[in-house]
């Protein structure tokens, strides 16, 4: 690959205010050098014999795209996603499959000094042919790969062919014949032939191998764009704002380029930058002399009360835009832009009372991190757009969410995705794609990873809101604490157990930790997720990040969540099932709406998963009547386990600051822990989300026979508000009533009020009353909380509350507005197939109280209100 070496290294110093006379004015609407998409003329077609009737024909292909879509869209294989097809399909990953086109090249192109092909993504093994010449080998799906090409191309038609490899096939020889095999998360997955996982050693996306979540689909193909790109004199092969001091006064940044000539040249380049509605600002000239290939220069910058970059809901997300144009005499040589917010960004890790802290302070501020984990939009990362990006973070955002961690056992998003964070202002905790699987240690391996490092790096440091690179995903934990890689280690010897830890070590510790204190310097990183950084084993309460999943895995109760106080809790997790519309996207007998059916267990991944909700459900709720209700309660069963545990991190700021739940979102239809399911359609969790992330909560905690209300406020300035707090029966009859006067501070948790238990329901039925928790700032509701008394099936719930509800025109949208005499848990509003957004769902009606909710629909009011379905807590129980 070209541009991975440097020639020389030239810093040039310019003083900004010194140049402006000189380049004020100079136009920067300069070509680059041109560059073509070749996604057009496709065709694929099986490799050999894979005993599947006519797939060795020739079929029309879509680039970007991978074998999985072009078999569907050429009507060769049923839907992946619908029933188990899966298991039927597993075939496809097995065989080996060719691409080509035939593209046009004219003399024009052809008269450039160069003409370079550029693959931005292939998976994962192929050979590449240009006019039957060979021209490269791949072995790294996250790779991007430039060749040279003009001396292959001529006039006319031009034909590029790609050979891809199984990566399973390819890999298994290889595999047999090492003294030992790497335990692997793919292994507890069916597919993987003679049980040998080949995952640990495919720079492959670890998730295409099946997870507790996803299906088995092992793709093959183009799946990122091809391009072809012609240049003379030199390109900007990358251009990087360094952002080494920012203040709200100053701020000390660098412009770094690395350009590669094609001879020794004198160049001019041009700076300036500008931002939102605001002039350009020129930066600096300078005339340089380049040498033939890739040269480093760069540029000091000064930026006098620079607008910054926030996270949401701590200021704006300023944005600048950085231009460099290049002139080689008076021809437009080359021009870049960059896009990048400004913000001073710490991993503050110091000493205290409960350990080590673990806290993003941004300008200054310690951020509390509210989010969710991503996983990868779909099991075919070609059908994932911009516009599913945008949905699903703005979704996070609508929920009061400023982080995501994008997990390590995908792949590394488009920009469009890291755009979409940075104008929302949502950080991103960005892991390199290691899933959870130990890493062999030899040089191709180590080296392959290191350049796929630096490109990612390269590609994605620009982006503000990218605030830590993380190593992996749960290797080191699992290496410590799985009961499998138990079992591996005292399968071989000690000396070989040494070596297998220092493969990790200079790996995570060293190759990846220097890549980014190189490229990316100051954003931090941390080795994997859950760590201390090597300091103590992961999974500590006492120092760095915790993934706690005893709720859920080992069956343990959801209030075992309040016993917990890490430091940054970046996994904990509960699964539910998707509506019932997206379930019958895959099923359609009447057999299939079982959980035991043969298509449930098919679209449920964690083994014993849908019992295991069943279980928990019967911990706590009545036994639903259908399955209908079933999956209605397992939503709401869901969004309650979860809310403890948001709830509880955040009443513990500061010793915990950060909450982050597994996961937002899903890549096909299916029982998961996803809080949006694959169609974009919110989970109960998804709108309790909204609440318990809100900027202010008010959080009662009942233990040991007291009842203490926390309110928390991430707000940056002071609050004055009033607790209102009201003891009522189901019929809405008033037990209690109470307001106090509370003055809270920024950035804080506290217990404002605490109860006995026993004498606050001295005349109260435990089983037939419930408190009403309103915290009130200016008048206006912002935050409100109930506390019931005893597990849900013991309570007297009204059997089938009556609820009135009015469907009415508002502006462009719709209202709908609800009141029930006697208390509504958990009001669910459904409209059958109809699409309609609901402001908010799954909340409790207090008795005699109007809730109006606005409704987003093309759908007409009639059809709304021939549709709407109004579901209560208790009519889902038999």
Same mark, same amino acid.
């Given at each position: ?481 799985? #009961? *499998?890689?138990?079992?591996? +280690?005292?399968?071989? @010897? ?5 070596? %297998?830890? !220092?493969?990790?070590? /200079? ?9 980014v204190n190189q490229y990316t310097d100051p954003v931090p990183y941390w080795p994997s997720s859950p760590s201390a950084n090597f300091e103590e084993i992961p999974d500590s309460p006492d120092n760095g990040d915790m993934h ?70 019967? #911990? *706590?709720?009545?036994?639903? +009547?259908?399955?209908? @209700? ?5 939503? %709401?069963? !869901?969004?309650?386990? /979860? ?118 329901l001295r005349k109260a039925d435990p089983d037939g009353s419930f408190l009403v928790l309103d915290l009130e700032v200016g008048g206006k509701r912002v935050s409100r909380n109930l506390q019931f008394f005893d597990v849900t ?86």
């Open positions: 690959m070209r541009g991975t070496c440097s020639r020389f290294l030239r810093c040039l110093r310019t003083t900004a205010f010194l140049l402006f006379p000189a380049i004020v004015g100079l136009p920067l609407e300069a070509a680059e050098p041109s560059s073509r998409n070749l996604d057009s003329g496709w065709q694929f077609r099986a490799i050999g014999n894979p005993d599947k009737p006519g797939m060795t024909e020739w079929r029309p292909a879509q680039v970007p795209g991978v074998v999985h879509t072009d078999l569907l869209r050429n009507g060769l294989i049923p839907d992946p996603f619908d029933r188990d097809n899966e298991f039927r399909l597993q075939w496809i990953g097995q065989t080996d499959w060719e691409y080509q086109t035939v593209f046009q090249v004219d003399s024009a192109a052809l008269g450039h000094d160069h003409a370079d092909l550029v693959f931005d993504g292939l998976d994962t093994f192929a050979d590449l042919y240009l006019n039957d010449q060979a021209i490269l080998n791949t072995d790294n799906m996250f790779r991007r790969w430039r060749v040279p090409a003009k001396a292959l191309l001529k006039p006319g038609a031009n034909t590029l062919r790609i050979a891809f490899h199984s990566a399973v096939e390819k890999m298994v020889p290889y595999v047999k014949s090492l003294p030992y095999v790497l335990p692997s998360i793919s292994t507890n997955n069916f597919g993987n032939e003679d049980n040998i996982a080949t995952a640990p050693y495919t720079r492959k996306a670890p998730y295409q191998y099946g997870w507790d979540w996803g299906p088995r689909f092992l793709t093959e193909g183009i799946w990122r764009p091809i391009r072809l790109e012609t240049w003379d004199a030199l390109r900007i092969e990358n251009f990087h704002i360094h952002q080494q001091k920012i203040t709200a006064d100053i701020a000390s940044i660098t412009a770094e380029f690395e350009i590669e000539a094609s001879r020794p040249t004198t160049a001019t380049i041009i700076l300036a930058h500008d931002e939102t509605s605001a002039p350009r600002t020129a930066d600096g000239t300078q005339t340089l002399q380049l040498d033939a290939g890739i040269n480093h220069v760069s540029f000091s910058i000064r930026i006098s009360t620079p607008k910054l970059w926030y996270p949401v809901g701590y200021g704006p997300q300023n944005r600048y835009r950085f231009s460099a144009l290049i002139r080689v005499g008076r021809e437009v040589a080359a021009r870049a832009e960059v896009r990048t917010g400004l913000r001073s960004l710490e991993l503050r890790r110091v000493s205290d009372q409960w350990g080590k802290s673990f806290e993003f302070v941004l300008n200054g501020i310690p951020v509390f991190a509210k989010g969710a984990d991503v996983i990868p939009f779909d099991s075919f990362p070609n059908r994932v757009t911009a516009d599913v990006h945008r949905k699903t973070l703005e979704a996070a955002r609508d929920a009061h969410m400023n982080m995501v961690r994008e997990w390590g056992g995908g792949y590394y998003e488009s920009d469009d995705f890291f755009d979409i964070c940075d104008e929302l202002g949502i950080m991103v905790w960005q892991e390199f794609m290691f899933g959870g699987d130990m890493v062999p240690g030899d040089t191709w391996f180590q080296e392959n990873v290191r350049q796929e490092a630096i490109e990612q790096i390269k590609r994605l440091r620009d982006h503000p809101s990218i605030v830590i690179w993380c190593g992996n995903n749960e290797v080191e934990t699992g290496w410590h604490h799985w #009961r *499998e890689r138990q079992d591996f +280690k005292e399968s071989i @010897s000690a000396e070989t157990r040494d070596r %297998v830890w !220092q493969d990790y070590v /200079i790996l995570f510790a060293d190759i990846l930790k220097s890549a706690y999943w005893a709720v859920w895995h080992q069956q343990a109760p959801a209030s075992d969540y309040t016993l917990q106080f890490p430091r940054f809790m970046s996994e904990f997790g509960f699964q539910s099932f998707p509506e019932m519309r997206t379930i019958r996207t895959f099923a359609n007998q009447p057999a299939d709406f079982d959980i035991r059916s043969t298509v449930m267990q098919a679209h449920q991944k964690n083994k014993g998963g849908n019992e295991r909700i069943l279980t928990y459900m019967l #911990r *706590e709720y009545r036994q639903p +009547k259908d399955f209908a @209700s079933f999956v209605y309660l397992s939503q %709401v069963q !869901q969004a309650e386990i /979860i809310k403890i545990g948001a709830e509880h991190l955040r009443r513990q700021r500061p010793r915990t600051m950060g909450s982050l739940y597994w996961q937002l979102n899903d890549c096909w239809p299916v029982a998961s822990w996803a809080s949006i399911d694959y169609y974009g359609r919110w989970k109960a969790l998804h709108y309790y989300a909204r609440r318990f992330y809100d900027d202010v909560l008010i959080s009662p905690l009942l233990h040991d026979d007291m009842l203490e209300i926390y309110v928390v406020s991430d707000k940056l300035e002071p609050l004055s508000g009033t607790i209102h707090t009201r003891l009522l029966d189901f019929s809405g009859n008033n037990l209690l009533d109470q307001t106090k006067v509370v003055q809270i501070p920024a950035q804080s948790s506290a217990i404002y009020l605490s109860f006995n238990t026993a004498e606050l099936h013991n309570l007297e719930l009204p059997v089938a509350p009556n609820i009135e509800a009015t469907l009415s025109k508002a502006g462009e949208g719709y209202t709908v507005t609800l009141k029930s005499p006697q208390l509504a848990r958990s009001v669910y509003l459904s409209f059958g197939d109809l699409d309609v957004h609901t402001a908010d769902n799954y909340f409790d009606l207090i008795p005699g109280e109007l809730v109006t909710v606005a409704l987003k629909s093309v759908a007409s009011l009639d059809q709304l209100k021939s549709a709407l379905k109004i579901t209560s807590l208790t009519e889902a129980f038999r």
